[in-house]
């Protein structure tokens, strides 16, 4: 069984660009949340995505939004990417994302300069 | 709101050595817990869970019990190997959102074992 795929796997943008990365879950999995990973901030949760709503979101401003497609593979862009952005982007899927079992890809790090 | 506190790393071990990781943890209701485990360049992946007080969750030798007295969930394992050399994050379910997939983290222990 495939895992929790995501790309592009590593990407550099300049300040005030926008930039997308899109994830693949575990077939069958309904459920896609987003996560992002900062030495200084640790993990911190972005927001969830169950059969194409958004169920919850966490406290990252406007220019962080997401989006799942019916085929439950979803997307997150950020705008106006300002330095603070650079970081590790996880995303993570489940059948039903009730249990806190989550099944995690390896990351898109995003570094901006 | 709700938040985790896990002991601040690196902790260094040598190999067969008896590892315990501390993990506590605020929330206004009954969360489930867990251990998640990062080995370099991975994404992270389930190592145990624990979903009510008293409950022991246990994998690979590791354990954690859920103690609701005491608000904790220590990780420990009798004896570590060099392939357990990774960060470790302790998470609760997050009680404020309903049944949704929202975990708080803690902030990782990086664990290096020595042969």
């Known amino acids: 069984k495939a895992g929790v795929t995501q790309t592009p796997r590593y990407l550099i943008k300049t300040r005030g660009q926008q930039v997308t990365l899109s994830c693949s879950p575990i077939?069958?999995?309904?459920?896609v949340s987003w996560y992002q990973q900062t030495p200084g901030q640790g993990l911190q949760f972005l927001f969830e995505?169950?059969?194409?709503?958004?169920?919850n979101k966490g406290n990252f401003p406007g220019r962080f939004s997401g989006r799942q497609f019916s085929n439950s593979r979803s997307e997150m862009n950020v705008s106006t990417l300002e330095l603070g952005d650079s970081a590790l982007y996880l995303c993570?899927?489940?059948?039903?994302?009730?249990?806190?079992?989550?099944?995690f890809g390896e990351g898109s790090r995003l570094t901006v300069l | 709101g709700d938040s985790v506190t896990q002991m601040e790393g690196p902790v260094t071990l040598s190999e067969e050595a008896f590892l315990t990781i501390n993990c506590t943890y605020t929330?206004?209701?009954?969360?489930?817990l867990f251990w998640y485990v990062q080995y370099p360049g991975e994404g992270l992946q389930l190592l145990l869970k624990?979903?009510?007080?008293?409950d022991k969750g246990s994998n690979k030798g590791f354990e954690a019990t859920y103690r609701k007295e005491t608000t904790s969930f220590h990780l420990e394992k009798g004896s570590v190997q060099v392939s357990d050399s990774a960060v470790y994050f302790c998470?609760?379910?997050?009680?404020?959102?309903?049944?949704?997939?929202?975990?708080?983290f803690g902030q990782g222990t990086t664990l290096q074992v020595k042969p």
């Open positions: 995505y169950f059969s194409e709503t958004q169920r």
């Open positions: 624990a979903t009510k007080a008293d």
């Open positions: 993570a899927s489940s059948f039903s994302g009730t249990t806190g079992e989550l099944f």
């Open positions: 929330a206004t209701g009954y969360p489930s």
């Open positions: 998470a609760l379910s997050a009680t404020d959102s309903g049944n949704t997939g929202k975990l708080i």
């Open positions: 077939s069958g999995h309904r459920s």
